[in-house]
């Protein structure tokens, strides 16, 4: 049979409540007597009942993450990253996908779902600015992505227009002139479309370089298959062009292979830059220039900003932590679709 708690107190010679109070690491424990409890735990192997533990606490020790789409590698990659600081700090992630449906997100904020974890890290795509109302919520939520500002919950976000303009300067002063863009959302005001673009407008406009409107090229998600298609249409079109900035990683693979496809040499005809540093960037052929987004950093945040409103959850609204706004740090990573001398 399993140890229990006053196995460990017996062969310790301790009280059962001296065992609980070095398993909840209280503070008012001699040095010697928690050293005696922790070999006799170790000696029992005693398992803990965390989920005991955590109702006590009125906690679960869960956390949710509400993504859009895991299928897309940036998710699957954020997701993997939240994982492995969730670990480091004791706790365990439920994962919701959206599937950037507004009811669902919606669902996320509101729905019963929500008393099973003891805190959030959501990153809507369906809710806008125009939905800001809905994320004063009364549990901890750290919001990720760049379709509401101005929130009552931390903030993360990554550097979207600066970032853009050092992929599209890159371009620029490796001697392109006509960048096509990948992936824009004409009429989106906020958004990481909208950021993005915001960013390749500013760098061209610096740099006295005028925007080929007939080169940037709109998609309704970004995903492989819609960075290829766009691809195809803009070499269907006859518009010349000797570089792209695809807006995400996902949509620049289709980019590569729409131009591979079309016998258009990379980087000798082409140049293509993308967004967001996955994995898959370092083994495409050619290799992907692209901008890391600071990923592990945004999870590193997250999970320690959500650890910090957990533990002041029951704190008076005057007497917690000011919210935090984190723009998260970016780095161009020069690879061979887009080299460092044209």
């Known amino acids: ?51 005991a533990r955590n109702l006590r606490k009125g906690r679960t020790g869960l956390i949710g993450l509400a993504l859009p789409e895991l299928k897309l590698p940036y998710f699957a990659e954020l997701a993997d990253s939240v994982i492995v600081e969730a670990e480091k700090a004791g706790l365990r992630v439920l994962i919701e996908q959206t599937n950037a449906d507004r009811e669902r997100e919606i669902d996320v904020l509101h729905g019963q779902r929500r008393f099973m974890t003891d805190g959030l890290i959501f990153s809507p795509l369906a809710l806008g600015q125009d939905d800001i ?18 929130s009552t919950n931390d903030h993360i976000t990554m550097s979207n227009v600066e970032a853009s303009k050092a992929a599209t300067k890159h371009l620029l002063d490796t001697g392109h002139r006509r960048i096509a863009v990948i992936g824009t959302h004409p009429g989106e005001k906020v958004g990481s479309a909208a950021l993005r673009e915001q960013g390749f407008r500013a760098a061209m406009a610096e740099a006295g370089v005028p925007v080929e409107e007939a080169l940037l090229r709109p998609t309704q998600v970004w995903h492989r298959n819609t960075g290829a298609e766009a691809t195809d249409a803009l070499i269907d079109s006859g518009e010349s062009f000797d570089a792209v900035f695809a807006l995400n990683d996902a949509m620049a693979l289709g980019v590569l292979h729409s131009l591979s496809s079309h016998r258009i040499d990379v980087p000798g005809d082409v140049a293509v830059i993308g967004f967001d540093d996955i994995e898959d960037a370092a083994y495409t052929r050619p290799t992907l220039s692209t901008i890391a987004p600071g990923r592990d950093e945004i999870a590193s945040r997250a999970v320690t900003l959500l650890q910090e409103r957990i533990a002041e959850a029951n704190t008076p609204p005057e007497g917690r932590t000011p919210i935090q706004r984190v723009f998260a740090r970016y780095e161009l990573v020069v690879r061979q679709s887009a080299p460092a001398v044209a």
């Not at 503070?27 to 989920?51: F, G, W």
């Not at 109302?133 to 101005?150: A, I």
């Open 133 to 150: 109302h809905l994320f004063k919520v009364d549990f901890p939520m750290v919001l990720l992505g760049e379709r509401v500002f101005g």
């Open 1 to 51: 049979m399993a140890a229990t708690m006053q196995d460990v107190a017996r062969l310790a010679g301790v009280s059962a409540k001296t065992v609980s109070n070095v398993v909840n690491d209280h503070p008012h424990v001699s040095a010697s007597t928690r050293k005696k409890v922790l070999q006799a735990i170790e000696k029992l192997d005693y398992e803990l009942n965390i989920t």
